[in-house]
């Protein structure tokens, strides 16, 4: 009660309003999403209170989830990465003229899945919080180990490839000063290197900068649907909510346990849309506008988004790599996510909490209303559209220091995200190595320290034990699968 009276202030109200207006233009817009648009706006937060800067951070990224699916279904062109399953039925089904049925069920499928989402979070954060209480250094440093393994999966067919940016990450985070020592690291005498590298800057580069590249090297032209809500729509995307119901819990419940782990929004959505199909009895409809083809990813996408809160303000680690700007902007304020979070600043989680369940209500309203509206906005020429990305993308790098230089760190982080799009290498691990790498640097230096110098100090049970051994099955995971898909292959070779 004490959250969403603080949510429901007419400062905070107005706060959540804006900020999921600019969500939605955030997530209808390619090349921007969630995690750029916080960052851009970070700068924004430094004179407001922190409760009300981190509900105006949160509310663009709810905003951003439900724009991604408005980009998706109007234009074909995933606003998230998530929001390519939503592509399949989205789209085929916006172009049999059923548009609007299509956007009431994707908001309507959100508004559940965030509603299961905040649900869990509302209930259990507490408990995860006492949990963490007993965290030492080893067991922070073995939740962090955990972490970067499950990482190892967003590389889709190629763990190696998570595992490369990963440590590119790793030593990106590290330029600059030593945490322990205060020695200066691959600095290599350039004064502007001392401060390391903003990863608000580097989060603007990757995901902003480089997507323009990819676009404009794509020649991408936006020629989308029109599209009109009618009450009718909202009827029949009632009706068949109800008729696929447990697709809609099914989707839901996967988005929620995915979405705690790191970048779990995308394979979540991929896991409920493989479920929906795989349990339907007409299998042919989907790609050609199933109802639960949509249903499914867009319950799971916002379920994820929302659950992905729940360890980054209880455990402090981000679950997806908007949670991971949100983070740095909790940090910047001066307040320390984790279990002590609940005790020094309980005002704050509550008021967070309380924000998601008014901010998603007023967010399914407004995207149900102004659609067409938010969707016009790609009509604009793309030749206008894109140097206006580019200019805001400049300011949001320039304010973060006052630095020119970081102006030229944003570009030459977007064609790195350019060549890693490119080369099909994941963007998330990266962008969360670079932003957990000092913690998880200080928390096995400091649990080496208490072990004097022995390792097995990060197998200490009752804690760090499992989480380590769940950390080394995560790891070896993507190799053991494909000794059993070789093993497979080549007893179906004997056989024949």
């Known amino acids: 009660m004490m959250g969403l009276s603080a949510a429901i202030q007419p400062y905070n109200l107005m706060i959540a309003v804006i900020g999921l207006v600019l969500g939605i233009i955030v997530g209808v817009l390619p090349g921007l999403g969630g995690a750029n648009g916080c960052a851009i706006l970070i700068p924004i937060t430094f004179a407001m209170p922190p409760t009300a800067a981190v509900i105006l951070l949160a509310c663009v990224y709810w905003g951003a989830l439900y724009g991604g699916s408005i980009c998706s279904i109007l234009f074909n062109i995933p606003g998230e990465p998530w929001a390519v399953a939503v592509t399949f039925d989205g789209y085929p089904m916006a172009k049999s003229g059923r548009a609007g049925k ?7 499928s959100h508004g559940v899945g965030a509603v299961i989402g ?130 809609l819990m099914m989707g839901s419940l996967i988005g929620c346990w995915l979405g705690i782990q790191p970048g779990g929004a995308t394979p979540a959505s991929f896991m409920a849309y493989g479920f929906a199909k795989g349990t339907a009895a007409d299998k042919d409809e989907f790609g050609k506008g199933a109802s639960s083809g949509i249903i499914a990813p867009e319950a799971a996408g916002h379920g994820a988004g929302t659950s992905a809160t729940l360890p980054m303000i209880t455990l402090g680690i981000p679950g997806s790599p908007t949670m991971a700007v949100i983070m740095g902007g909790l940090m910047i304020w001066g307040l320390q996510p984790g279990p002590m979070l609940f005790k020094e600043h309980a005002d704050f989680v509550w008021g967070l909490i309380g924000s998601i369940w008014v901010a998603n209500f007023i967010g399914l309203f407004l995207v149900l209303a102004f659609a067409p509206i938010f969707a016009a906005i790609l009509r604009i020429k793309f030749s206008i559209l894109m140097p206006v990305i580019i200019y805001v993308c400049a300011i949001g790098a320039y304010a973060v220091n006052n630095r020119m230089i970081d102006i030229y760190y944003m570009l030459i982080f977007g064609i790195v995200g350019f060549l890693f799009k490119k080369l099909d290498y994941p963007i998330a691990p990266m962008v969360l190595a670079l932003v957990l790498g000092n913690l998880a640097e200080s928390a096995v230096r400091q649990a080496l320290i208490m072990g004097r110098g022995n390792p097995m100090i990060f197998f200490r049970p009752p804690i760090a034990l499992p989480l380590m051994l769940l950390a080394l099955f995560f790891f070896f995971l993507p190799t053991f699968s494909k000794w059993k898909k070789s093993l497979t292959a080549k007893k179906a070779g004997v056989s024949t």
């Open 118 to 247: 905040v649900f869990l979070l509302t209930f259990f954060a507490p408990i995860i919080a006492e949990f963490a209480l007993k965290f030492g250094p080893p067991e922070t440093a073995a939740v962090m180990i955990l972490t970067f393994s499950a990482m190892t999966r967003l590389g889709g067919k190629s763990a190696l490839k998570s595992l490369v940016a990963i440590f590119l990450g790793f030593i990106l985070a590290a330029v600059g000063m030593d945490i322990v020592s205060g020695k200066l690291r691959m600095t290599y005498g350039t004064v502007p290197l001392m401060g390391g590298f903003s990863f608000i800057v580097a989060v603007i580069g990757l995901f902003g900068i480089g997507e323009m590249f990819l676009t404009v090297e794509e020649g991408l032209k936006m020629e989308g649907i029109k599209a009109k809500v009618r009450l009718k729509d909202v009827w029949d995307a009632l009706r068949e909510m109800v008729r696929h119901r447990k697709i």
């Open 102 to 108: 299509a956007l009431v069920l994707s908001s309507l």
